[in-house]
C-alpha cells in the first residue's frame, strides 16, 4: 500500500515486513527504510513506536480468512496469520496514531479475530469505518474486492463513509481502457475453480490477479491464447512500470498477487486527506457546507414533486396550469418559481 499512500500525498516513513523477498524489494523502489521484523515480536512496538506515525497502515495475511470452514481438523482465522489482524490492533493501541487503515478480503468481516480488532480499536477511543471496495471502480483495470476498516482517535463512526464513495467510477476500467498496447484481444488467467472461465477478452475488467501464474493449457494455446507476462500482471496491479520485483519468478508472482493495487491504496488514501483537510476547517464554514448541501436536497427534492405532479396532471387530462401544479405537489407557488423560474413557459409546452 505504500506505493498509492505515497502517489496520494502521504510521507511514508517506514515499512515493516517479515518475508526476505518483500523487505528486498520494499528496499529497491523507496528511500526509506524496511524493518525485517516479525510483529509478534515484543520490541515490535516500541519500533513502530519510535517512528512517530501519525498513520499506520497494513494488510495482515488474507489467506485464512478464505471461506473454507476448517483446515487440518481447525478453524482457518485461529491460526498464526489470522492473529495478526489483533496484534495490528494491539499495536495501534499502544501506539495511537490519529489515523489508522487495515486491509483485507471481504470474508475477515464475518471473522472473530476481526470482532476482537473492533472492540479493541473502538476502546482505544476509535471512530471506525469500514467499506468493501472493487478495485475497477478505483482506477485499476481488475475485480478485486477488498474490504477497508479505517479509524480516527475521536471521530464518529462512518466518519470517511462519504468520501471513500466520492471518488468511484461509474463505470468499470476494462484492461484495454489503461494498457490498449497489451497486444491481445484475450489472454489466459487461472481460475479459483475449474468449473469457472479462464479465458478473458480485454474489453473487461480483469480477474484477481492470483498469487500463481500457471501455463496456459493446451485446449486454449491451440487457439492463440496467451498467459499474461509477470510484468503485465504487475500493470495490471498498477504498479508504476520502472517498480523492480525481488526473490524467484515464482515468489514475484505471489509479491505481485498479494498486493494491494497502488490506484486502490491511493482512492483509500486521498480520501483519508480529503476527510482531514475538511475536518481542519473552521466549524463555521463546514455549517454552511453543511446546510448549503441540505438546501441542495432540498430543491431536488422539491422538483422532483413538481415533475411528478405535472406528469400526473397530464396523464389524468387534467388544465396544467401554476396554481394547479403547486396545489398537487403541495408546494408554494414562490417555491415553485424558485425552482423552475420559466415554469410558464415550460407547462405551455404540449
Known amino acids: 500500500m505504500s506505493r498509492g499512500f505515497c502517489d496520494a500525498g502521504f510521507r ?40 512517530k506515525p501519525d498513520i499506520i497502515f497494513g494488510g495482515p495475511p488474507c489467506q485464512d480468512y478464505s471461506p473454507a470452514v476448517a483446515r487440518n481438523g481447525e478453524r482457518a ?9 489483533v496484534r495490528f490492533a494491539e499495536i495501534v493501541r499502544a501506539v495511537r496514531p490519529s489515523l489508522f487503515v487495515l486491509e483485507n478480503v471481504p470474508a475477515i468481516k464475518g ?23 472493487d478495485a475497477c471502480y478505483c482506477g485499476v483495470p481488475q475485480h478485486r474486492r477488498r474490504f477497508f476498516l479505517i479509524g480516527r482517535l475521536e471521530a464518529r463512526h462512518g466518519f470517511l463513509d462519504g468520501f471513500l464513495r466520492r471518488g468511484l467510477a461509474a463505470t468499470p476500467m476494462t484492461v484495454r481502457d489503461y494498457l490498449p498496447d497489451i497486444g491481445t484481444d484475450r489472454y489466459h488467467s487461472h481460475p479459483m475453480r475449474n468449473d469457472l472461465r479462464c479465458v478473458f477478452p480485454i474489453d473487461e475488467p480483469a480477474p484477481t490477479m492470483r498469487c500463481e501464474n500457471r501455463p496456459v493449457p493446451p485446449h486454449a494455446r ?3 491464447v496467451r498467459a499474461l507476462t509477470t510484468m503485465e500482471r504487475a500493470l495490471i496491479q498498477t504498479f508504476p512500470t520502472g517498480f523492480r520485483f ?3 519468478a515464482k515468489e514475484q508472482e505471489k509479491l505481485i498477487g498479494n498486493a494491494v493495487p497502488v490506484n486502490l491504496a491511493r482512492h483509500v488514501a486521498s480520501a483519508v486527506l480529503e476527510y482531514e483537510t475538511w475536518r481542519i476547517q473552521p466549524l463555521r464554514k463546514r455549517q454552511r457546507d ?8 432540498r430543491r431536488d427534492a422539491t422538483r422532483a414533486a413538481i415533475e411528478r405532479a405535472i406528469k ?12 394547479g401544479v403547486a396545489k398537487a405537489a403541495r408546494v408554494t407557488r414562490q417555491a415553485l418559481y424558485k425552482c423552475y423560474p420559466d415554469i410558464v413557459e415550460i407547462l405551455r409546452r404540449p
Open 312 to 323: 400526473r396532471m397530464h396523464e389524468r387530462g387534467e388544465s396544467v396550469n401554476v396554481s
Open 290 to 297: 453543511g446546510q448549503s448541501m441540505t438546501a441542495t436536497k
Open 12 to 51: 511514508v516513513v517506514a515499512g515493516f515486513d517479515s518475508w526476505t523477498p518483500a523487505v528486498e524489494t520494499y528496499r529497491k523502489n523507496f528511500r526509506h527504510d524496511c524493518h525485517d521484523l516479525d510483529l509478534y515480536r515484543a520490541e515490535a512496538v516500541d519500533v513502530v513506536a519510535a517512528c
Open 246 to 248: 525481488s526473490g524467484s
Open 111 to 133: 471473522s472473530y479475530a476481526l470482532a476482537r480488532a473492533r472492540v479493541i480499536f473502538r476502546r482505544a477511543g476509535y471512530g471506525l469505518s469500514g467499506v468493501v471496495l
Open 222 to 224: 491451440k487457439h492463440g
Open 77 to 85: 482465522e485461529t491460526k498464526e496469520r489470522a492473529g495478526l489482524t
